[in-house]
């Protein structure tokens, strides 16, 4: 129809706030998305993470359950992390309830020899399929770039996960090579997804209005 405008869903970049840290140790993290808040996870947040990684099919990528042992090791994964890179992996709360859900957020990984900066993402079964992963994920993508200074941002995605491919397309990734990981005993076929900073930055200035 000339003369018209079709206007497309648009492309807004979260908002970021910087808030002290408790500990005192700088400035934390806090992301804010349209329904979302990311922040550091603390031992407050047990409970809730032990929901996520001991059941057994939201853990299936990782080879099966935790053991309370096994949380509470990533919390303190989590917070070493925080203390030595500045991030990490987040609390991932609804804004309406304070409600944590999930978790999301920027660590560095090893694959093969290299050392990369991954997004990564775990949420709580009950809530899947309602767009928080990738909500959570591109506030955090967003962060990365807009913080960091980073070339790639990485996304590790074992062979067999579908649901977390997907997560990956959607944030703009392609897969750029695989690669084989040992974890709990077993050798993991992986895709590495990536989106390079030049393809980031096009994303984010895309015009979201077209003529027709
Ligand atoms: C992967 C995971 C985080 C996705 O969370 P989610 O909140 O359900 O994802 P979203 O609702 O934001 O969906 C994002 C995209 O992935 C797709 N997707 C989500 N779950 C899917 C599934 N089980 N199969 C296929 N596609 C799926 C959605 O359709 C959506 O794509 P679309 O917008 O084109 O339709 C969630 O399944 C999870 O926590 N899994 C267990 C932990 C895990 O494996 N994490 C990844 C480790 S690499």
């Known amino acids: 129809m000339a003369g018209s405008m079709l206007v497309l869903p648009s492309y807004r970049p979260p908002r970021l706030t910087d808030m002290t840290s408790p500990s005192g140790r700088g400035r934390a993290v806090n992301l804010t998305t349209h329904r979302l808040s990311l922040r550091e996870l603390s031992s407050a947040d047990l409970p809730a993470l032990s929901m996520i990684l001991t ?4 853990m299936a990528a990782y080879e099966g359950a935790f053991s309370a042992g096994e949380v509470m090791e990533w919390l303190e994964r989590q917070q070493e992390r925080y203390a030595r890179d500045g991030f990490g992996l987040w609390a991932v709360t609804l804004r309406e309830t304070d ?73 703009g990734m392609t897969v750029r090579r695989t690669f084989t990981t040992r974890y709990r005993g077993v050798d993991m076929p992986h895709l590495a997804f990536s989106l390079s900073r030049s393809q980031w930055e096009r994303r984010a200035r895309a015009t979201p209005t077209i003529d027709v």
């Open 55 to 58: 059941d057994p099919i939201a």
């Open 99 to 171: 409600e944590m859900i999930g978790q999301c957020g920027i660590t560095v990984q090893r694959i093969d020899d290299g050392e990369v900066i991954e997004v990564g993402y775990l949420f709580q079964r009950a809530q899947w399929h309602r767009g928080y992963a990738l909500e959570a994920a591109s506030a955090c993508r967003d962060w990365a770039f807009s913080t960091l200074a980073i070339d790639d941002l990485y996304a590790k995605v074992r062979s067999t996960n579908v649901a977390s491919m997907n997560v990956a397309i959607r944030l």
